[in-house]
Structure formats: C-alpha cells, structure tokens
C-alpha cells in the first residue's frame, strides 16, 4: 500500500490548521512525481512548539531561521519566496489564499507551485513544470 504524502505530513503531529505544505508536496499528493521532503510554512506558535522537540534543530537559510528534522526530511520555515512579489517572503496568512485542503491537510496549489517554480527556474524547476503541464492537460 503506497502512502500518501499527506500521511506522512499528519504523522508528524503537529497542528494541521497551522501548517501549509509547500515546495514539492502537492506534486506527491496528487501523484504527478514523488516528494521525498517536506517542506511547510508553519504559524508562529507551531513554529515556537518546534524548539526543544525531539529532532528538530533550528538554522539559518536563505536569510530566514527554518526548524529542520533530518530523520524525517521535514523543514518548518515561518516564511516562504513568493514568486508574485519578485521573491519577498511571504508568511503563512499570506499564503492561505494560494491553498487548498487535500486529505485534510492544507497545501499551496499547483499553480502557485508552478509559478513559483518558474520563478526559480533551476533544472529540476523546469522538469517539475512540464510534468505540472502534463498533469493538468491530462485533467481537462
């Protein structure tokens, strides 16, 4: 039996109406390609509960702090690049309208997710927008 990725975000325990997946996720969740990591935007209070937990180690990137758990592939960061505002960082109130809730879990759209994509524009970036146009040309 395959997991979903949802399932492997609720495993983590923490509080599903104060996160949002971002990056890659939702392209594991509807099975366009596989997501090995987890990344999340997470509200100040979970991001808070984070400290001294089990695994989780708190560091510096992309001049934001992000709460990283290696063993799980899971980072926290409080704010996220968005591609609409020329890569000023966005936190997770902000993020809310660019979401939807599969599973139970709440993550970025796609065309958030591809948008932003495009504004990276790195290799693996424009792969996942081909397989983002493929996915939705096969859904119309």
Known sequence: MTVRFSDRVKALGLPLDGIIVIGSGVLGELNIRQADDVDLVVTQSVFESLAGRDGWHCVEKHESPVYINDDLKVEAWLDWAAPDKGG????FDELLPHTVVLHGVRFVTLEYVRAWKQWCG???????????????????
């Open 88 to 91: 000023s960082r966005v936190d």
């Open 122 to 140: 790195r290799d693996k970036d424009v792969s996942d927008i081909a397989l983002i146009d493929a996915y939705r040309e096969s859904k119309a």
